[in-house]
């Protein structure tokens, strides 16, 4: 689903705000949309340990900024790109998002 088209102020938007998309681009998992213009992100990924010669799951929790251009819910599967620090936990934005 790509961005809807409207009259919205957010600076820190890649769309329409002064926010370069550079770095990584990765796809997770919506876990939370409690805070204001802000969602956190699960990646899931496998780990390999040699001794064992088999792989342990992990995960990492990422906060990124959203845009209003999106309508998220918890479940939605998201592309988020890396950026400048946003805030003290946020460095990425919302590109893409397919939904669930």
């Known amino acids: 689903q790509a961005a809807i088209e409207g009259n919205y102020i957010d600076k820190k938007c ?16 919506v876990i939370s949309t409690k805070m204001q213009r802000t969602i956190v992100c699960r990646r899931d990924y496998l780990h390999y340990i040699p001794k064992y010669n088999r792989f ?6 990422i906060s990124a900024h959203v845009s209003p251009a999106f309508n998220l819910k918890a479940g939605d599967i998201v592309t988020i790109g890396q950026c400048r620090p ?3 936990t946020v460095r990425f934005n919302v590109l893409k998002v397919e939904k669930q």
């Open 14 to 29: 890649p769309f329409v705000g002064d926010v370069a998309i550079r770095g990584r681009i990765v796809r997770g998992v």
């Open 56 to 61: 342990e799951k992990r995960h990492k929790n």
């Open 86 to 88: 946003l805030s003290k």
